[in-house]
């Protein structure tokens, strides 16, 4: 009787493990979920195979499938979902906030809701010596920011009249800076 009851109880963590493996399948698309229940799937089904005994495994044996083929899936799909929100995490500012955490107060500067662009001019007043210093370093924090390479930020800074509009892009950013003598350096930055 004892044999029959562990038969039967290993039949239930079996069955136990199968139904939570099919749920762990079914969510798998669901980042982390589908690793809970495969987790428990999993534990219902050691337990059945340490208590196994006699012929009837079939439980066993498709849930064991199940819930391997579930936390592939689960692995896969919360392995892309941490990857995106570490991008996300670690992904420049937009132009517009850029516009609003670091130049913002600056005459200098000025965000386009139509076009999307953040643009830095040294000389808003298009005055000779009228370049503002300070537009400078507002213009390094936008390429630390977006990561423009030294070799654009050189690029700018050897800008000439005869340049004309020159760009720089990147997976962040496109920039395009334009240098006029009697105007100054324009800038300007839209995210991607």
């Not at 079996?14 to 495969?38: D, E, K």
């Not at 392995?79 to 995490?89: N, S």
């Amino acid at each position: 009787m004892n044999n029959g009851n562990q038969t039967k109880r290993n039949n239930n963590f079996a069955f136990a493990g199968y139904i939570i493996g099919l749920v762990g399948l079914l969510s798998c698309w669901v980042p982390r979920a589908g690793l809970v229940f495969c987790l428990v799937s999993g534990g219902f089904l050691t337990v059945a195979w340490i208590l196994r005994k006699g012929r009837r495994q079939g439980f066993l044996l498709v849930g064991t499938v199940v819930v391997a083929v579930a936390l592939v899936l689960s692995v896969v799909s919360t392995a892309k979902a941490l990857v995106k929100e570490w991008e996300e995490m670690t992904a420049p500012m937009s132009a517009k906030t850029a516009y609003e955490e670091i130049c913002h107060e600056a005459d200098f500067a000025s965000y386009s809701d139509n076009t999307g662009g953040l643009t830095v001019d040294t000389n808003p007043t298009d005055t000779p010596d009228g370049e503002l210093t300070e537009s400078y370093e507002i213009i390094r924090l936008l390429n630390e920011e977006y990561e423009v390479p030294q070799e654009a930020r050189d690029q700018m800074k050897a800008a000439t009249k005869d340049g004309g509009w020159q760009s720089y892009e990147n997976k962040h950013v496109i920039v395009m800076w334009n240098y006029l003598p009697s105007r100054g350096m324009e800038i300007v930055y839209y995210s991607k």
